[in-house]
Nanobody
Framework: QAILAESGGRSAQAGGSLRLICVDSGRTFSTYFMGWFRQAPGKEREFVAHISNSGIFARYADSVKGRFTISRDNAKNTVSLQMDSLKPEDTAIYYC?????????????????WGQGTQVTVSS
């Protein structure tokens, strides 16, 4: 079982950077694909990025490609999301998630465990 907790969310200016971190206090972190999702007010939860259990492969939503970078440290049970060139439309609650699946990972339904979320607000 993964027990996930996110941190690092706060207010930022457009063009700025933030780094989100998710810690898994479970014992099997390295077996999961890890991902980040976000949900803006009045919108559905959407895929942002995911990374393979080895950390070798990553995939990004088109809206964040080239601006966000996902990484993981299996020794520390952490996954991070480096967010650069922030835009107001990046404003959302960001969720960390863990999946036992290996493909078709964009739908939230494919993710098994979720954190509580961390708020990111980007002002222009």
């Amino acid at each position: 079982q993964a027990i996930l907790a996110e941190s690092g969310g706060r207010s930022a200016q457009a063009g700025g950077s933030l780094r989100l971190i998710c810690v898994d206090s479970g014992r099997t972190f390295s077996t999961y694909f890890m991902g980040w999702f976000r949900q803006a007010p009045g919108k559905e939860r959407e895929f942002v990025a995911h990374i393979s259990n080895s950390g070798i492969f990553a995939r990004y939503a088109d809206s964040v490609k080239g601006r966000f970078t996902i990484s993981r440290d299996n020794a520390k049970n952490t996954v991070s999301l480096q967010m650069d060139s922030l835009k107001p439309e990046d404003t959302a609650i960001y969720y960390c998630a863990a999946s036992v699946y290996r493909d078709f990972l964009e739908p939230p339904q494919r993710w098994t465990y979720w954190g509580q979320g961390t708020q990111v607000t980007v002002s222009s």
